[in-house]
């Protein structure tokens, strides 16, 4: 639900000052300043506003899902072996080979599933992944 809301301390509401949107989505709060003193067009550009923020947010401009393979590769260049000491750089190279292994060309969005369990099988020393089933 969107509020509109003034920030003047003025006694009428039809005042000359803003009208801004006020309003959450997922949990995050958005004010956004709408540029005229008139209710009726402050209603209709907040709804432009909202729908515009929640295309940019969670829609078609959303990132591509990526395998974890690639995602580690990137990693590794850019951040371990940019901000970390040799020793850590080594142990994250490890750490990565080992996920690697289970992980490999898994999509992102499969993996951070709130469903997702890896387990350490002591028989052959490795780690299994069970994913949940696609939903149809």
């Given at each position: 639900m969107t509020a509109l809301r003034k920030r003047c301390r003025c006694r009428d509401w039809r005042c000359d000052h803003w009208w801004f949107a006020d309003f959450r989505v997922r949990g995050r709060r958005?004010?956004?300043p709408l540029k005229t003193a008139n209710?009726?067009?402050a209603a209709q550009l907040a709804t432009v506003e909202r729908n515009s923020l929640l295309k940019a947010r969670y829609g078609i401009f959303q990132q591509p899902d990526v395998a974890f393979s690639a995602f580690a590769k990137d990693y590794l260049k850019d951040h371990v072996a940019v901000n970390?000491?040799?020793g850590t750089l080594a142990r994250e190279q490890e750490i990565v080979k080992t996920l690697t292994r289970v992980f490999?060309?898994?999509r992102s969005r499969r993996i951070v599933s709130s469903n997702t369990s890896v387990t350490a099988s002591p028989g052959d020393?490795?780690?299994t992944a069970r994913f949940p089933q696609a939903s149809p």
């Open positions: 958005y004010r956004i209710k009726n067009l970390t000491r040799p490999g060309s898994t020393g490795g780690l």
